[in-house]
């Protein structure tokens, strides 16, 4: 198997070791037991063949939840087996997983508990990076941050992660982690044009301070910010499907309107929109890496040709941000 890794960009997790390829592939949506096993083959062969060394899981992603670690787990047996070192494997816990008071949240049983069935599922010893999926107010963060400290200490996890957590929670998880000398290099949290959240909830800001890494999911908005929304709201879209992450109401006329404007500068930029949104999250080199969804290996090519992208201007930068906000 021949790996282009020259065509791909590596960005330093932070102020860590560890390097994490531009664009990552995520399994929240198309690798569960709903989806053909050929396609998730196929997807994740195109990605590792073009330089995307890091796939990202969790525990609950499905359906069911856990169908995706065990299908990348029979993957990664049949066909990529000989090439673990040259991967970044991820999950998490912190959702629903099973029933009872033990399968959610951020106690030390149900994270423990749940990474032994993650490693059984994907039929690994460890995984590079184990990540507690949301803050949970009800545990005790010393709690919480232990549990991930003992998952490196055993060997079952080589980096900690948090994902979904705002600035000032993370600073104090950072500093629990830092005291105990244990590896927390990785931020997982929404971020896109049209989402601002880790602007406004100072966890950009306390990731760079920190020397942590991020790593952006939902970099296209649920789609939005590709040309699937140029025209309207098509009838097999997401947005009219029963989603509970984008409906048809929030594609309002404004909003299309802000998509097609943002095309435009895309256009003028020679690339299309999505290309120039995955750019956008990487701007300025707080982000690590764009964590893409796929439902078909060419989706996965066309998000590729972001690297090939030009930098962007200071006006197009502000022009963005007077129509997103």
Known sequence: MQIQYDTMRYHRCGASGLKLPAVSLGMWHNFGDTSPYENMK????????????????????????????????????????????????S??????????????????????????????????????????????????????VGALAQAVQSGKALYV????????????????LTEWRVPFIINQNSYSIFNRTIEQNGLKEAAVRQGK???????????????????????????????????????????LEQIRALNDIAAARGESLAAMALEWVL?????????????????????????QGPAFTQEQLKEIDRISQ
């Open 161 to 176: 992660g948090l994902s979904n957590y705002d600035g000032e929670t993370m600073e104090r998880a950072a500093a629990l």
């Open 42 to 89: 196929a997807m994740v062969l195109t990605a590792f063949t073009h330089g995307v060394t890091h796939f990202d899981l969790a525990n609950n992603y499905g359906p069911e939840p856990g169908a995706a670690e065990r299908n990348f787990g029979r993957i990664l047996h049949e066909e990529l087996r000989a090439h673990r070192d040259e991967l970044i494997v």
């Open 91 to 144: 999950t998490k816990a912190g959702y629903g997983m099973w029933e009872g008071p033990y399968g959610d949240g951020g106690s030390r049983k149900y994270l423990l508990a749940s990474l032994d069935q993650s490693l059984v599922r994907m039929g690994v010893d460890y995984v590079d990076i184990f990540y507690h999926h949301r803050m949970d107010k009800e545990t005790p963060l010393e709690e919480t």
């Open 213 to 255: 890494g991020i790593i952006a999911f939902c970099p296209l908005a649920q789609g939005l910010l590709t040309d699937r929304y140029l025209n309207g709201v098509p009838q097999d879209s997401r947005a009219r499907s029963a989603s509970r992450f984008l409906r048809e109401e929030d594609l309002t006329g404004r909003r």
């Open 283 to 307: 701007r300025d080199g707080a982000v690590t890496s764009v964590l893409i969804g796929a439902s078909r290996p060419e989706q996965i090519l066309e998000n590729l040709k972001m690297l």
